[in-house]
């Protein structure tokens, strides 16, 4: 591989021919400051567009200061990172997007978690000269059920459109208008909820500044715990238990189930759940609902439709309602694990103690906003009362640990509830891209060859590859599994189904980008993919921790269908734990 | 074959349009055949003369007169004198503004004696909608001799050799921009025309595509050849109906006599070009916005490297010039790299179009060997400043250039001279500017514009070209402060220094030249809160003369704001805290007692 040598500050230092300056300089112990840029390396995502100019530095012999995130190191090039002119550019251009943002920080959500705020710290900036006479661009407020546009706050880093276009391939959002007053938004200007907008949130977990957050719902959890005639249920995805901990300063992948555990209840939950025992009543029916496929596949029947597609989350629910609505009988209708808890929460969990639903508010905690749309979807109530009442995320409920004054760091361990506090391994591996299928598995292994698993860990099934593929033996019959995550991924496996190419036999798909651990409402990765890996390990620790693996082994599970469910797929099964999807698409809306 | 004795030509082009030449190209016509004429003269509409301030103008051939400011009832004077009898029209004659004598030999105009018209050659002479005018003033041989005498790197070799640089702004060799394209292998390759001539008040590029389209098609054909592309993309703002129309029928008819498209000239190679529109954005000038806009994403400029000649259009190498560009190469062609570079000077080779606008007296398009000094254009050429006001400045360059002072009027023009001289070339454009001018409205100006241009991705133009229009607003009210000249240039520095492409990194330079050469008018906007020019309405204060207001207080009854007092018969005044400097006391004023200061 051809190398070239370079000078940055006096340092000397040789690089592979290709990389950037500022990354040479990284080598060295030069921290160059980037702003819009923003690198996942171990998910191949990259935003370059070089328009923050923050990270520009001197190049002997060019005529002016280059931008050293997408400059390549020459042969024998000379840098100055932090000459007086450099050092007065940089902070120049600050004071351009400081005159240009509100001045709102004392207030705004991101507040003490905004990458904008970090640089004008860093820089240094004292003053914003002008801003007597300073216009500032502004364009109105977007709230959708899940995601907030506040555009005043955004500096054109481009990420959230990067993301939404060129990773999720969903198109919702582009740059518009020109000059001062550009602007991200959806086409003809529409509003989020009008777009094809799927609430995936990888916008929100890329934005810099607080210009686009997650919907607060916080204060309806705080008024139902408030509430002495509520009986206030909080399930947790398993997502959140490798996540939380970062919020309060402990190192990503530090498991704190029990932490979490014990924060629910000095929140003031009457009964703390956990998701996961969900996932593993998910893994019941979907896997039910493959074996059944599958085999009538099998038997040439041509109405059993292969692949089947997990369904768990709602991002990519949405994304496929709105692009390939054709394939609507194609994945399985399995509900996700967060409305399996609910539906069951308020009738089986409700009966048992003897609680009208319409008293039993259920509560998520979840990595995700598309679940705070989810659960205001119409199919997922009855009577107008809803499944699950409100999703909050991982970083509402660590601003709601602290606000509740309670030392997250010094609570003792502590466990989940019963019944629906019980899970299995496989129930938390939901939470990485590839434990949904391997927990299938896991379980359609044991029933289909009415044998005992050999290996229980599918490390085959696994990884940060954006689609992966992999043949599990079960004995007569080789199934052929596909994975991907991020919807763009997600998107090449769909066109080969819809082309009828497809050689899976079962695919799971998650829309975030490393599954959920990277999902939209966990703690900002702030572009660190270590961060995303970290998390992604300590779920398949938490698996290794637990006693139970394979969800049908899963006591609570087993007395759920004797006592009440009968068994997978039963009527009351699928009235209670399956739905169906719909076409999505939109029509645009234009006002005149 | 028709056998004609003269011919009239009348400029059709927009100017000379809007001023009803296609009403006297029909009526001269019709005149002609009242007369039995039509067979033995030959009315052609034509394209730009260059003599856009004294239009409509017609020439006869093949004596050369060239009448100007014809109108319809001329027509029968034209005929009746100079085609029936042979005698000049006087009245029509162009009259020289400098020495007030008319001219009857168009080679004697001073406007059009020191200029050498190689891009615009066949401009105003051919019809531009019929190939075999263009062909029967050489088109095409360039192109024929390329194809069936020379290999692709000894074309290029003759194109490094003129010393051809780029028109469009940048000034780069093109021979050396054709060579890199040719050496970056791949299986397809694209050669792209850049007319989307967005400077204001620019129309170098329009007139030739009006004029001579054939000049630009035959060239990209020769560019295809020489990088190995068969594609050619020509660029063109929407805003330019006639040029498009114009294009397409050049395109159509060369295809139709086997001059584009496959197999040219029996030779096997194959190039063909399609047109594709701008909508209305300046920064779509800019080569990599200009691709972009063309591969049907947001027009924005990306970072160079890499450049259009080693991934462009759809990632492939791509070569971009610009009109002017391309319509010399023909020339060089066919009279050599020796003959292009015997003009010029030593690192500016040929002639360069220019837009004469402001406030001169032969406005218009006009074309100089490089070298020419300021001088001889504005003064010789140009005619002198219009009501023989005082020279102040020439802004070269448009809003990317800078303004030039009485100083460097003996500049030779050429790229590094002018650029040398804190202004540049740019793609043509030429304003002069006279004593009532103010140079901080002009910087103000063309910050107007490229705010509204700005692409929006980088911070330092999107932001920090604002807040300097924001400032030298502030400035032209009379808030502005002495600190603020700092700031004004610190803004304008870093913004050249940082920002993404060419439009940020050259719409400081109104400013920073002005800061330069007028910094005792920015002085006194400060510090004096006065506008030197008389220009800065928000300086200035409308004053009643005592000697001659005779109290008849119209002025008071007609202003909207009760600004003036006075008693009847006696002098009024103006209070300058309520006046809102509307002028309709000034406009009502039969005494000339109200004045501006």
């Known amino acids: 591989m051809e190398k070239v040598k370079l000078t940055i500050d006096n340092k000397t230092i040789e690089v592979p021919k290709g990389t950037t300056i500022a990354k040479a300089a990284k080598m060295l112990g030069i921290e160059v400051p980037l702003l819009c840029h923003m690198e996942l390396h171990d998910l191949g995502i990259e935003n370059k567009p070089a328009g923050c100019r923050i990270c520009v530095v001197e190049v002997e012999g060019r005529r002016n200061l280059a931008p050293s995130c997408v400059t390549t190191c020459e042969e024998g090039m000379v840098v100055r990172t932090h000459t007086t002119r450099v050092l007065n550019a940089r902070r120049t251009v600050m004071e351009f997007i400081l005159s240009d943002h509100p001045k709102d920080c004392l207030i705004c959500p991101k507040s003490g978690n905004c990458e904008l705020q970090d640089m004008a710290i860093r820089l240094g900036i004292r003053e914003i000269p002008g801003q007597e006479i300073a216009e500032m661009s502004t364009y109105r407020k977007d709230t959708s059920p899940s995601i907030i546009r506040d555009l005043d706050k955004c500096i054109m880093c481009r990420r959230c459109e990067m993301m939404c276009n060129e990773v999720q391939t969903v198109g919702a959002l582009s740059a518009i208008n020109r000059g001062f007053m550009a602007v991200v938004a959806p086409a003809f200007e529409q509003n989020l909820e009008h777009s094809p907008c799927t609430y995936c949130g990888q916008c929100v977990a890329v934005c810099p500044t607080g210009a686009l957050t997650e919907v607060n719902h916080t204060p309806e959890v705080l008024r139902a715990l408030a509430d002495p005639s509520k009986v206030v249920v909080v399930q947790t995805a398993p997502a959140v238990r490798v996540a939380l901990g970062e919020e309060f300063g402990l190192k990503p992948g530090t498991i704190v189930t029990g932490k979490m555990v014990s924060a629910l209840r000095a929140l003031g939950f009457d009964y703390v759940f956990d998701t996961d025992f969900a996932a593993d009543l998910t893994i019941m029916e979907e896997g039910t609902e493959l074996l059944d496929r599958l085999t009538r596949y099998l038997k040439g029947d041509a109405s059993a439709k292969l692949p089947i597609l997990t369904s768990c989350c709602p991002g990519w629910v949405n994304f496929f309602e709105y692009y390939y609505p054709d394939l609507k009988d194609v994945p399985s209708t399995a509900k996700s694990p967060q409305q399996m808890f609910g539906a069951i929460a308020k009738t089986y969990f409700a009966d048992k103690i003897g609680v009208d639903r319409k008293n039993l508010v259920v509560v998520s905690v979840m990595p995700c906003l598309a679940k705070k749309y989810e659960c205001q979807r119409s199919e997922f109530s009855t009577d107008g009362n809803p499944d699950v009442d409100y999703s909050i995320s991982t970083r509402e409920l660590a601003a709601f640990i602290r606000q509740a004054n309670i030392d997250f760091n010094n609570l003792p361990d502590d466990e989940f509830d019963l019944p629906l506090g019980e899970s299995t391994g496989a129930g938390v591996i939901f939470g990485t891209t590839g434990g949904v299928i391997e927990a299938a598995v896991r379980t359609a292994y044991e029933l289909y060859t009415g044998k005992k698993l050999g290996r229980i860990d599918f490390t085959e099934l696994r990884g940060f590859e954006g689609v992966r593929s992999a043949t599990v033996d079960f004995g007569d019959l080789k199934l052929n599994i596909g994975i991907a995550h991020g919807l763009g991924n997600a998107r090449k496996l769909l066109d080969e189904v819809r082309s009828g190419k497809s050689k899976f036999h079962a695919i799971e798909i998650m829309a975030c980008p490393g599954g959920c651990i990277g999902g939209g409402g966990q703690p900002l990765h702030h572009g660190n993919s270590e961060i995303l890996k970290a998390r992604a390990a300590a779920i398949y620790q938490e698996d290794r921790n637990k006693p139970l693996r394979k969800s049908h082994e899963n006591p609570v599970i087993i007395k759920l269908y004797e006592e009440f469910l009968g068994k997978p797929n039963s009527d009351k099964a699928h009235k209670l734990l399956h739905t169906h999807y719909f076409e999505r698409k939109k029509k645009i809306i234009v006002k005149p | ?597």
Request: with cysteine.
């Open chain 2, 1 to 597: 074959m028709e056998e004609y004795q003269m011919q009239i030509l009348v400029c059709g082009a927009t100017n000379c349009r809007n001023n009803h030449s296609s009403d006297i190209v029909d009526n001269l016509k019709l005149e002609l055949e009242a007369f039995a004429l039509d067979k033995k003269v030959k009315v052609v509409k034509t394209s730009c003369f260059g003599l856009c301030g004294h239009g409509p103008v017609v020439k006869i051939l093949p004596d050369g007169t060239v009448y100007t400011g014809v109108t319809v009832e001329d027509i029968s004077d034209i005929i009746n004198e100079h085609i029936l009898k042979g005698r000049k029209v006087e009245k029509l004659l162009y009259r020289d503004p400098v020495t007030g004598k008319t001219l009857t030999d168009e080679n004697q105009l001073s406007v059009l004696k020191k200029q050498l018209r190689i891009v615009l050659r066949n401009c105003g002479i051919i019809d531009p909608e019929n190939i075999e005018d263009a062909i029967s003033r050489g088109a095409y041989l360039a192109l024929g001799k390329v194809l069936t005498e020379m290999q692709p790197d000894e074309v290029i070799k003759i194109i490094k050799d003129s010393g051809l640089r780029g028109r469009g702004g940048g000034g780069f060799p093109t021979g050396v921009k054709w060579e890199i394209a040719r050496k970056n292998a791949s299986d397809e390759k694209y050669v792209v025309c850049n007319a989307d001539e967005g400077d204001p008040g620019a129309f170098m590029d329009r007139s030739v595509l009006e004029g001579d389209p054939h000049a630009v098609l035959e060239a990209m054909a020769i560019c295809g050849y020489c990088i190995g592309a068969s594609k050619g993309l020509v660029y063109i703002r929407a805003e330019y109906p006639l040029a498009v129309k114009r294009l397409k029928i050049a395109i159509e008819q060369a295809r139709e006599y086997g001059l584009l498209g496959k197999d040219i000239m029996g030779t096997g190679f194959d190039f063909d070009i399609e047109i594709r529109y701008g909508a209305g954005a300046f920064v779509c000038g800019e080569e990599t916005a200009l691709i972009h806009s063309m591969e049907g994403l947001r027009g924005e400029p990306t970072v160079k490297p890499p450049y259009p000649a080693q991934s462009g259009f759809r990632g492939k190498p791509t070569n971009v010039n610009n009109v002017e560009t391309f319509a010399c190469v023909a020339p060089i062609i066919l009279k050599g790299a020796e003959w292009f570079s015997s003009i010029g000077t030593a690192k500016s080779k040929g002639t360069k179009v220019f837009a004469l606008a402001g406030k001169i007296n032969n406005v218009g398009l006009i074309e100089v060997p490089m070298g020419t000094t300021l001088r001889e254009v504005i003064f010789e050429i140009g005619g002198g400043i219009r009501g023989g006001k005082k020279f102040k400045a020439v802004q070269t360059g448009g809003p990317s250039g800078g303004c030039l002072t009485e100083k460097h009027l003996d500049i030779p023009i050429d790229f590094d001279n002018l650029t040398a001289a804190g202004s540049m070339m740019g793609s043509g454009g030429m304003i002069v500017m006279d004593e009532d001018d103010c140079m901080v409205a002009v910087a103000k100006f063309y910050l107007d514009f490229t705010v509204e241009e700005s692409c929006g991705k980088c911070a330092p133009c999107r932001i920090g070209n604002k807040r300097l229009h924001e400032l030298l607003e502030h400035i032209c009210k009379g808030h502005g402060t002495r600190a603020d000249l700092d700031r004004l240039r610190n803004m304008s520095v870093v913004i050249k220094d940082t920002a993404l492409c060419g439009l940020g990194q050259t719409s400081p330079n109104p400013v920073l030249s002005t800061l330069d050469n007028f910094f005792d008018e920015y002085l006194a906007h400060v510090e004096d809160k006065k506008c030197p020019a008389g220009k800065c309405r928000d300086l200035m204060q409308y004053v009643i003369i005592k000697e001659n207001c005779v109290g008849c207080t119209a002025c008071a009854r007609v202003c909207p704001v009760n600004a003036i007092s006075g008693e009847r018969k006696e002098p009024h005044y103006i209070n300058p805290a309520i006046c809102i400097k509307c002028g309709a006391c000034m406009e009502k004023c039969k005494f000339d007692a109200i004045v501006i200061r």
